[in-house]
Structures are given as C-alpha cells and as structure tokens.
C-alpha cells in the first residue's frame, strides 16, 4: 500500500522528551524518514510533551541533536520551523481546548470527577472478578446513556471539583483498519476503554493531542510500534467523531532481545546514544537499526547499505510482523565493515585532533609533526584496519605507534625470554643500526640472515623485539610495524626495553 494518487507523503516522529532516544525510537524515526524520502516527501519531528511530569529538560534539543548525528533530518520541527507549527505540544493546548469542547457538544466525550482513589478500587474490583479493567461510567451522563443527573455533573463543575474529560466508546460495534504491515485488523468496542482526552492539569492525552496534531498537520503515514496497536480502536473512532479521513498506518514489530524476550532498559544499552558514545560510527547504527524488521528481499544477503541507498530501496512492503532480534554483535560486525571501506582521509579527519589532544598531555619521545602528519597516520591506519573494532582504537588500541611502552605484557615476558635472550636482541640492534633502508623487506630479511647461522628460528627474536618496541605480545605484521615506527625509535625502544625485561 502506497500513498494515495495526488497526497503529498508526510511522516512523522512524535517522542516524548523523557530522556535519551531509545533504539526503538531511533528505528520509528529512521522507517519514517526513509519511507516520506523514498516517496518525495515530508519527515517531521513533532515533541509531544503533555505528561509533564515525565518531561525531562533539554530533552527534546538531546533527541533532535541525536537524530541528525545518524542523518535523519527532519522538513519541519521546533527547530526547523514549517507551516503546521507550533511543533510543540504544550505550545498547542488552545488547539485541543477547542476539539475538546466540539466533542462534548456533539455528546461524544463527557466531563469525569472520579477520584483516583474510586478508580483503583474500581479496577482492583473489576481484576478480582476476572474482568478487564475499564472505567465504570459513573459519570457518564443520561442524556449520553448513563446513570449520572446533568444536574449533579452542573453542580460539580460550579463547585470546581477536578476533573478529566473521557471520551464515549459506542456500544457493540467493530471498529476496523487496514495495518500497512499487518494487513485488516479489527477490534470489539466492548473491550476499549472510555479514554481520558483531558486531563485535571488541562493537558491532552497522547491518544487525543496526537490525532488532532496529525490531522491538521496533513500527516499521511503514521508508522510507529507495535505498542501502540492496541489504541488504534481509540485513535479510529476519534478520527470518526471528528468526519476526518484518518491516516494510513503501520505498526512495527516489537524489538526482542536475543533471547526473545521484550528489548529492555533493564538488559543493557538501549539508548542510541549508548551506542554513539561508545564509538559506533552513525553509519553502522543507522544500517543495523535499518535491518532490525526490514530487509531488501527473498534471497538478498546484503547487509550493509549507506543512508542514501536505503532511501532508495526502502519500502513498507518488506517490513516483517514478528519481532525483530537485536544482537549487538551484528552492530560490531558492521562496524568492522565500515572502517575496511571508510577512506583514510575520512579516518586521518577524525583521529587527528583525538592524537592530538593526547600528545598536548604526554610527552611522546617521537616528532610530534610527524606523529600527525596524513603520511604517517595513513600507514597506521593501513596496518590496523583489520584490528580495530572502533575509529577510536587507532589511537588508543595503537598507542604504541604515537607514545613509548610504559610497561611490558608480563605473561608474554614469562613466555618469550631465556638466558641469552637480551644477549641476543644487543647483537640485532647492531644489525639494525647498520640497515641503510629500513623497510619492512630488509628488517624482515635482516633477522632471518641474522638467527640462521645462531640456529634459532625467526621467532626467537620476532616476539621480544614486538614486546620491546610496543609493550604488548601482539599486533599487526612486526616488520612493518618497525617501518612505520622507524629505524630512530625502534632503536631506542630496543635498547631501552634491554635495560628494563629480563635481569
């Protein structure tokens, strides 16, 4: 199901700035995006902050700061501006003040003064005798078919009693839609509740403010989270009580964790900025968040696609109903991938000012200039892409290449040197010193020509001389670490390591 022939596609994405962006967040965001951009269309970022006391400050500047860090930018939000504003919801509460009244004219939502503490010994009532629970009209007028005087409600009302407005559920109907993903779905009014469209504070509900903000800001396409399946019967008749043509809508499949379970806030990283903090790239979050439901089709075992590629080949259609698994192992793989592919100017751009910042703080015993210089970060680079698992780590998973070994891997030690072991390394570093070309070809040759005739094998130097010069027992191709290194530091780290493992 696509747009309707003429209908300009407009998405949106409505959190509640109640903290970080959950994945599942991000996720709405991203299929609501890629699905307006894949249809020329609008995204919009709406703030729906009627429950006050749940509003976190500066959350909402923290959300739309984290969505355009993955490429998600928004048409039109408190920030952006656009011709539907405000985006605010509590910058909109005359708007809903209005619809309110239009409802309780037209006898389909009515005044409630029910006290919390009859609602829970209402519901408690109603669990005890195995009944879903709802609200018991208490309030509910007799003129609309209830049991309360309008005289009594008058009363309440002059004497400034609290009250929420509740919406009339029709008795004994089918409410039905057709689900995007889901296909037709249909619910018995005599399960739905007679929601509260406003609230004692004066606020609107989620369920009341966003169908009127989606409708007068032209929303198209509601795509959200399975979550939410449950209040379409609400969302349906208010649409109805209005004569308002409601939008299409999708509900996504639930997020599991690898267990199947329910994706929680309690089971680890869930927020994405969690995950952007850690050092994951925005790419690979956004193309993993990408397949956590959708994939391209039968038979495709492509899994890695840029932002503008999934604008291009995203599509509802392919957006599975059973919960999709998030394993985070994938991210990582993803990762992996993106920094094999990612040009080394790109990686050179954003590790400098990290290296840089670590050497204005520590002295390095190496040139500084030439530590920082493209020339020499290239290389690093080009020997540690297959190592790293994070941009970072080419500096502090590489330090060796910037800052002399502080300390020695004791375990690798234990296990490398004997007796003549330092005795030996000196020999070497006099060979070394007379390598006229110190490239990876002629140190690697070097130290063969030089064990062959003490009948020991290219090992019983390899190790020693990798714990000396980087300070652990592992790391990419030796000889080409001590060329990138250079003859000048690896000497000295030689000598220097000498005097220290060993005695």
């Known amino acids: 199901m696509q747009a309707t022939p003429g209908q300009r596609v407009r998405t949106r994405f409505a959190p509640s700035p109640t903290g970080h962006l959950h994945v599942g967040g991000l996720r709405t965001a991203l299929y609501n995006y890629l699905?307006?951009?894949?249809?020329?269309?609008?995204?919009i970022v709406r703030i729906e902050d009627t429950d006050q006391a749940r509003k976190v400050e500066g959350a909402e500047r923290s959300l739309l700061n984290t969505l355009e860090v993955t490429g998600i930018v928004p048409d039109e939000s408190f920030i952006h501006g656009g011709n539907f504003g405000p985006y605010v919801q509590s910058e909109r509460l005359g708007i809903y003040s209005k619809y309110c009244e239009q409802l309780l004219e037209q006898k389909q939502a009515y005044y409630c003064f029910s006290t919390a503490e009859e609602l829970e010994a209402n519901r408690k009532l109603q669990m005890k005798q195995g009944m879903q629970p709802k609200y018991d009209r208490k309030w509910l007028p007799e003129e609309m078919g209830g049991n309360m005087p309008e005289s009594e409600i008058r009363r309440k009302r002059e004497e400034g009693a609290p009250f929420v407005v509740r919406m009339k559920v029709p008795d004994y109907i089918s409410i039905m839609f057709e689900d995007m993903i889901r296909g037709p779905i249909e619910f018995d009014s005599a399960t739905v509740d007679d929601q509260v469209l406003m609230k004692s504070d004066g606020f609107p509900t989620y369920h009341f403010a966003s169908i009127i903000d989606d409708h007068l800001m032209e929303i198209s396409h509601v795509i959200r989270g399975e979550e939410w399946l449950s209040s379409m019967p609400k969302h349906i008749l208010l649409y109805e009580f209005f004569g308002w043509e409601p939008p299409k809508v999708a509900h996504l499949p639930l997020l599991l964790n690898p267990d199947r379970s329910k994706l929680s806030k309690r089971q680890g990283?869930?927020?994405?900025?969690?995950?952007?903090?850690?050092?994951?790239?925005?790419?690979?979050?956004?193309?993993?968040?990408?397949?956590l439901g959708w994939n391209e089709g039968e038979g495709c075992e492509r899994e890695v696609y840029s932002l503008d590629e999934l604008k291009d080949k995203f599509t509802l259609r392919r957006v599975g109903k059973a919960g999709a698994v998030f394993n985070v192992e994938k991210l990582g793989?993803?990762?992996?991938?993106?920094?094999k592919a990612r040009p080394a100017s790109e990686i050179i751009s954003a590790i400098k000012p990290l290296l840089q910042a670590e050497l204005a703080k520590k002295e390095t015993g190496m040139d500084a200039d030439r530590l920082v210089s493209d020339d020499y970060l290239g290389q690093v680079i080009e020997l540690m892409r297959e190592r790293v698992n994070f941009e970072h780590e080419?500096?502090?998973?590489?330090?060796?290449?910037?800052?002399?070994?502080?300390?020695?891997?004791?375990k690798a030690v234990a296990k490398r040197w004997v007796d003549d072991t330092n005795e030996v390394l000196g020999e070497f570093i006099e060979v070394l010193e007379n390598t006229a070309d110190f490239s990876a070809d002629n140190?690697?040759?070097?130290?063969?020509?030089?064990?062959?005739?003490?009948?020991?094998?290219?090992?019983?130097?390899?190790h020693p001389v990798r714990i000396l010069t980087s300070g652990v027992g592992f790391g990419p191709s030796l000889y080409h670490m001590l060329e990138v290194l250079g003859k000048e530091t690896v000497i000295r780290r030689l000598r220097k390591g000498i005097g220290v493992v060993g005695k």
Not at 279 to 285: H, K, M, N, V
């Open 443 to 462: 140190i690697e040759a070097a130290l063969k020509a030089f064990v062959a005739p003490r009948e020991k094998k290219p090992a019983f130097l390899i």
């Open 35 to 43: 699905y307006a951009k894949s249809m020329g269309g609008d995204f």
């Open 269 to 291: 990283d869930v927020a994405a900025e969690d995950f952007i903090s850690k050092g994951y790239s925005p790419e690979a979050i956004i193309n993993f968040v990408a397949l």
């Open 333 to 339: 793989w993803l990762e992996k991938q993106y920094i």
């Open 394 to 410: 080419f500096i502090s998973f590489s330090r060796y290449f910037y800052f002399d070994p502080e300390e020695f891997d004791e």
